[in-house]
Structures are given as structure tokens and as C-alpha cells.
């Protein structure tokens, strides 16, 4: 099975930053897509940022020049760094995964369990 194990959520200002990591494990041959998505309460779970094993990167609109998504392809793992938060940017925040792994060893959509990201005004 493959694994998603994120960290680094918590309780900020408006204005502050944080930076989200991660971590894939398990049996993994290979993973081409990571990235992050959140969903606020009562909202659908959006893409916030994806990027490819060879680096090239998405950022919805409302992220862009203030999260960074980057990648450790040796460490099977994504950070999101986000910076000039705002209220709005108050959600559970999701790692995913495009990964060739698992017991069944095909390619699969992986998900993490979640963090929490609150801002406060």
C-alpha cells in the first residue's frame, strides 16, 4: 500500500506563513504528479497546487505568488510553502498523489489524511 503522511498545519495570523510537508511510503516504484488541495467547511476540495516529477508546477489563482509547491523526488515527498496568508486560505489541506504502487503494483490516486490550516484576522 502506499502511504500519505502530512504535517506542518496549524494557527496563524493573517499575513504569516507555513509550510506543509508530504511524506510517501510503502511500495512505491514511482510517482509522476504530487500535490495539494484543500477543502473549507462546507466546500467542495479544490486543487491548490500540483507538480510534476520533472518540476513543473499549477497553482490555482487565488495562490499564486504567495504559495511555492516543491518536491525531494528522492524522499518521495512535497512541501507547499504559504506565505502572505489570509483568512480565506482556512481549510483542511490534503496531499495527493499519482503513484505506480501498492500491492496490486498499478497506478492510483493516493491520498493523505489531512491538516488543518487556520488563519486568524
Known amino acids: 500500500q502506499v502511504r500519505l503522511v502530512e504535517s506542518g498545519g496549524g494557527l496563524v495570523q493573517a499575513g504569516g506563513s507555513l509550510r506543509l510537508s508530504c511524506a510517501a511510503s510503502g511500495i512505491i516504484f514511482s510517482i509522476n504528479r504530487m500535490g495539494w488541495y484543500r477543502q473549507a467547511p462546507g466546500k467542495q476540495r479544490d486543487m491548490v497546487a500540483a507538480?510534476?516529477?520533472?518540476?513543473?508546477?499549477n497553482y490555482a489563482d487565488s495562490v499564486k505568488g504567495r504559495f511555492t509547491i516543491s518536491r525531494d523526488n528522492a524522499k518521495n515527498t512535497v512541501y507547499l510553502q504559504m506565505n502572505s496568508l489570509k483568512p480565506e486560505d482556512t481549510a483542511v489541506y490534503y496531499c495527493?498523489?499519482?503513484?505506480?504502487?501498492?500491492?496490486?503494483?498499478?497506478?492510483?490516486?493516493?491520498w493523505g489524511q489531512g491538516t488543518q490550516v487556520t488563519v486568524s484576522s
Open positions: 507538480i510534476t516529477s520533472g518540476g513543473s508546477t
Open positions: 495527493n498523489a499519482h503513484a505506480y504502487g501498492g500491492l496490486g503494483s498499478s497506478w492510483s490516486d493516493y
